[in-house]
């Protein structure tokens, strides 16, 4: 535990749990920036799988005033379906492709909302093909979870539940996936440790991010999500090229 590496782990975990709480996703993608640089990839999918878990319950509890379980079913069991789908059977796929494709898709959406006065509001029934997708993607590729923001952020919703909704698929999804991260034998007794070691910063940084959302203007939130939607369907339409 005297490795600094041990410590800068812990912060960053910190960190990718203070992001989650403040615009409902993001954990994964401060965790996967810096933990292969500390960590083998497989045990950094690994923890940040197991993190996903406390600070989705740890975000739902902070905000549990904005769930919705009649919108959260039919997203629930559509994530839930995708996940298998996706880590059984398209894990073999070009992953290349699939990301260049998801890239524009997301860029596309980003500026669309940002060159239109008015929020373009998804149908409702888009909901369950979209989260079907993006369980698959997430299953195969670990790519699913901006579509999913996307949709969510599209909806005439308040941001608390934006939120809340956002942690309860993913705490869903992060369900199914830990437990086939479990059965393929990728859960070790050290990420547990570390995991159980980064709860005091993790608690701490949900704090913080529950006091940025409640400040923070919806309208201003939402230009901030699609932006980071613009940020991420570049760099894997980027991550794509270099490949």
Known sequence: ?????????????????????????????VCMAGLPLMMTVRDAVTLTAMLN?????????????????????????????????????????N???????LGVVLISIALTEFLRK?????SPRAGIPICIGGGILGGAFNVGGPPI???????????IQ??????????????VRNGLMFIEGDTTLLLV????????????????GKIVLDRTPLVW??????AAVFAIGVFYIKGSIAK
């Open 1 to 29: 535990m005297g490795d600094p590496t041990f410590w800068l782990t812990i912060l960053l975990l910190g960190a990718a749990a203070f992001v989650q709480s403040a615009t409902g996703f993001g954990l994964a993608i």
């Open 53 to 93: 878990l406390v600070v989705c319950v740890g975000v739902i509890m902070f905000n549990r005033q904005g769930i919705s379980l009649k919108k959260c079913w039919p997203l629930i069991i559509a994530i839930s379906i995708g996940i298998p789908i996706g880590y059984y059977g398209l894990r073999s796929f």
């Open 95 to 101: 992953d290349v492709w699939v990301t260049r494709i």
């Open 118 to 122: 008015e929020v373009i509001q998804m």
């Open 149 to 159: 923001v996307a949709y969510v952020y599209s909806q005439d919703w308040s941001k």
């Open 162 to 175: 934006m939120v809340a909704i956002l942690q309860t698929v993913f705490l869903a999804s992060g369900l």
């Open 193 to 208: 440790r570390m995991l159980l070691f980064s709860i005091p910063a993790v608690v701490i940084g949900i704090w913080i």
């Open 221 to 226: 939130l939402k230009k901030v999500v699609f």
